[in-house]
Each structure stands twice: as structure tokens, then as C-alpha cells.
């Protein structure tokens, strides 16, 4: 690496500390702000002053706000993310449990949705202007307008409820059973899918566009290289390093924004457990996973980041 | 991709159309048919925001259990729901309830995103790095994630939805309006008026604001359609608008237990989403055509050649 790449990882190491220090102190605060008392909220018709009592010594709430600050940084630092309100387990034990589910459906819905942006995209892009340009334009559009729990439910009645095809929730771990995972995880799967591909394709379809307009593109192709050629060598080959920025970005987009696909298809990941969780107003349970979340987008920026500067120098030259 | 100038088609021999003025806005607008049509749903909608109750052939909360789960008919053109409640007159009624939210939040998102993001692009210095770090750690947490904690704050309800989706929304506006303030604030007709002492404010408001209107308008319609489906999300997960009163995303929570048995109850309460939600979209796409400099002097070197 050179001396310029190690700057630029070093400025964005000190930029990505400080939005972390960001990111922690409103996790911190989300429970410092419930107007009036967390720990009563949370346990409702379950109330007694013995409960009450316990749970907020639990929690840590009873000590002063300094002591707090510095127990909850600790805290962070050393993966003890405090102890779930409702169950009393630890809420990074429960996060664990549940993150498998959560990263299967990522992984499966950004698969597809990458498969459907590459071809829609790219081709488009080639075909800039055309009629096949304009409908994978307005194709887009329509990925994108649609609300992803409702395909999920005409998914459902089509393929669950009419056809019997796939089942319509539940999720079975890839250790356990590879060909029943991959069947629970077809429709939840396309949900999620449909909708990153119809983001990702209108970047990659500009960034395609922006290969194709430069001066190297047309030297290949006036001194006669075959438009296969062309494409593959010199078109999509330099558009590899937006795409990879692109599914990045997406991804981690795609783990955090599953929460309402996973209650549509019952699926156990880390969106159910929020949604349950705000439901109960477990609050050490919602800061915990707010804050895995955060911190996953953040490393996945910065890794993309890093990686594009270190396969392009005009990156760090800027 | 610059414009032909006026003198250039002087010199240039080329025929005397080509050295016609620049369309009007409103006429490249109007010859996109997606917009058009588009703006014309948005009229709809908006009508049916307006007059949903009057336009309403049944009430929305009717229940009649002897006519529960009936298929669309002439009587009702979008069928029953499980107690027998008309889904036409509620998808109707329902439309005001979005469109407020979206329209309350995108405005909340609009004033405090615009305002922080013109302050820290024109003053910049220390004030634009704290000002534009703050917009980079909202932009960390996931949308619906940060709309759900804010609810999990302050308990689910109308306020929360609109405030949660009014300041998820907030950094995206404050990003734009300070990408435009940085570009606007170097152009030379800026630089003499700072020289000839006008102060800060009248340069904001006279010079920084009504040239980076387009790309503000164009966000504001994009993150309308967004705010719309954020409130369905929201309602479909029971932390939204709240029944008695019918909303898109708690229609379609209800039809989830009669997915086999009425399709009916999830179809169109989801497609009245879908239609204002591209609509929405395809109208900022439009705009964006004509409201972006660059985008627009790429259409007109298109007609022109």
C-alpha cells in the first residue's frame, strides 16, 4: 500500500470513530429521553414495587447519569449490551440468536436482487435510449414504488395459499435442513429482492453509462474490437468497482430494512425481534439491536470505502 | 454537454430552429406522457383526500357480518372485508389520513433539512462539520429502525408517525440543500454581492434560496412518496395511524389472516399504495428533467439533434 492509501484509510478510521461515538451516544440516550419512567413503562399490568425494584437495579437505571454514561460505554466496548427488560436474558446472546435468520434473508434477497439489477442495468445501459432502456427505466420505478410487505402478501396468496409451492413463514437454519432453508427463504427472499434490484439497477445503469462515455470505450470500438469484446473487457470490467460500492451499501440497507418482510413471512430475524420489542417497549432489547445495525452499515461504508481507494487512485488523490 | 449560446448560432450556419430560446419548463414538463399522466393521479388523490367521505357509497366503519368476505360486485366494486365493512369506501376514506402524514412530515423534514443544510453549506467552517457529522450519524440507522425507536420513545400514535417519518427524512433534505448552497455560493453574482457589503441574510434569501429550489422540489416529491410508504410500514406494524381510522398499511395487516379466502382485502388497499407512491415518484423524475441543470441541458442537446 502506498503512503497515500494508508492516509486516506487513516482519515476514514478517525471519520468512521467519530460517527460511531455519534451512533452510541443516541442509542444511549433513546432510553434517557421516554418521557417519564422506562423501567414502569415497560412493565405495564406486570407492575409491583418488588418488580420494579429489581428491574431497574438490573438495568443499571438506579445509578447517576455520569455512572450510567460510563457503564454503557464499557458496555459497548466489551459486547455486554445490558439485559433484556421482558425475557432477562442478555441482549447480545439474543441478537446472536437471531442474527443467522436475519443475515440468510440479506444475503438470499441481495443475491437476487444483484442478478436482476446486472442484466436490467447493464443492458439498458448499452442500449441507452431504446425502447428496452425506457422499460427497464419505468420497470425500475415500479420496483421501487411498491411497498415490499404488500408483494410479500400477493406473493403469499399466489404461491403459498393458491399454489402450495413454498411454505408461507417460518425459517429453518441451513445447518439443520440445506433444502428446507432454501424453500422458506424463496419468498421472503424474492420480497426483498425485487425491491434492492429495482434500486441497484438505476445505479448500476448510470454507472455502466459512465464507462461507456469515456474515450477509452470509443478507441476499442473504432479500431474495430468486437462489441462482445468491448463489453465484457472494457465496459463491464470498469464498472465492477461502482457495482461492488453499490451492493455494499445495499446490503447493509437490506439488514436493517427487512424488519416489515420478516413479520409479513414470521421470519425470527432481527426485524421480528425489534418489532416485538418495540411492542413491549423493551428498551435495553431496542438500543442493543438499533446499535448492531448502526455499526454494521457503518463498517460495510468504510470497507467499501477502503476497497475502492485501494483498486483506485483517483480516489485518494481527491 | 453545455447549451448552444446565442452568439454561437450566430457564427454557426445551421438552420434558423436551432437557434430558437430555450423551451419553457412547464412545455418539456408536458411533453413527458409519465409525468402527465401521473400528475393527473396526483389530482385524484388529491380530490379523494379532500371529498374521500362524500365520495364514499357505504361508512367506513359499517359492519355487516352477513355480507363478510364478499368477492368485488356492482354493489361493492372492491368487496368485503371479515366484517363485512365496504373496502372501496375505506380505501377512499383512508387516502386523507396518508396523505396528511406524509404531507406534515416531508414539510417538518423540508423546513429543519433546508434550513440546517443552507446554514452549514453558506457559513461553513467548524459549524458545517458539526452540522453536516449530526446528518452522518442519522444517516447510520436505518429508516423504518430510527422511525421505530422514535415511536418506541414516545408511544405509538398519529404525532409519533409524523414526527418519527418528519425526522428520518430531515438529513436527506439537509444534504441537498447544502450540495446546492456549496455550488450556488461560488458563482461570481454571490461573490460581487458579498463584495459590495449585502449581508448574509438577503444573500440568502435573495440569492442562495431561489437558485437551489429545483433540486429541493425534486427531493420533496421523492420523499413524499417515501413519507407514504414509511406510514403504511408503520401502520401495517400497528405503531401507526390507529384504528377506528382506516388507513392502507392497517387494511392490509388485516388481510393477512385471509390471504387464500379474499384476495380482494390485501389487493387493493396495497395497489392504492402503489399508485400514489409511482406516482409521486415518476412526478419527481419529471421534474428532475427540467429542474436539474444538467439533466436538462442534456435533454435539449437531445432534441436538437
Redesign the interface.
Known sequence: MSSGTIKFVLRRVAYSAVVLLGVIVVTFSLIQVVPGDPVRIALGTRYSPESYAALREASGLDRSLPTQVFDYLGGVLTGDLGVSFRTGQTVTSTLMERFPATLSLAAFGLVVGLTIALVAGVWAALHEGTVSDAIVRIGSQFGVSVPDFWMGLLLITVFAAKLGWFPSSGYVPLTENPAEWLKHLVLPGLTVGVVAGAIMTRYIRSAVLEVVSMGYVRTARSKGMPPRVVTLRHIVRNSLIPILTISGIQFATILGGVIVVEVVFAWPGLGNLVFSAVQARDYPLIQGAILLIAVIFLVVNFLVDVLYAVVDPRIRLS | MSIPEPTVAVVDPAPAEEAEERLPAWRIVLGNP?TVISMAVLAVVIVVAIAGELLAPYGINDIDVPHALQPPSADHWFGTDDLGRDIFSRVLVATRVSMEVALVSVGFAFLVGVLVGVVSGYAGGWLDVVLM??V??MF???????A??I????GPSLFSTMLAIGVVYTPIFARVARASTLAVRVEPFVQVSQTMGTGPGRILSRHILPNITGPIIVQTSLSL?FAI?SE??LS????GVQPPQPSWGRM?FD??DY??LA?WM??FP?AA??VT??AF??VG?GLRDVLDPKQRSLMEARRRR
Not at chain 2, 140 to 146: D, E, G, R, S, T
Not at chain 2, 151 to 154: K, N, Y
Not at chain 2, 236 to 239: E, H, I, N, P, Y
Open positions: 409519465l457529522r449530526v452522518d450519524v447510520a440507522f436505518p429508516v423504518i429502525l430510527l421505530l425507536a415511536i418506541a420513545i414516545l412518496a410508504l403504511a410500514s401495517f406494524l400497528g405503531l392490509l388481510a393477512q390471504l387464500g384476495w390485501s389487493v396495497g399504495i402503489f407512491v409511482l415518484n415518476l423524475d
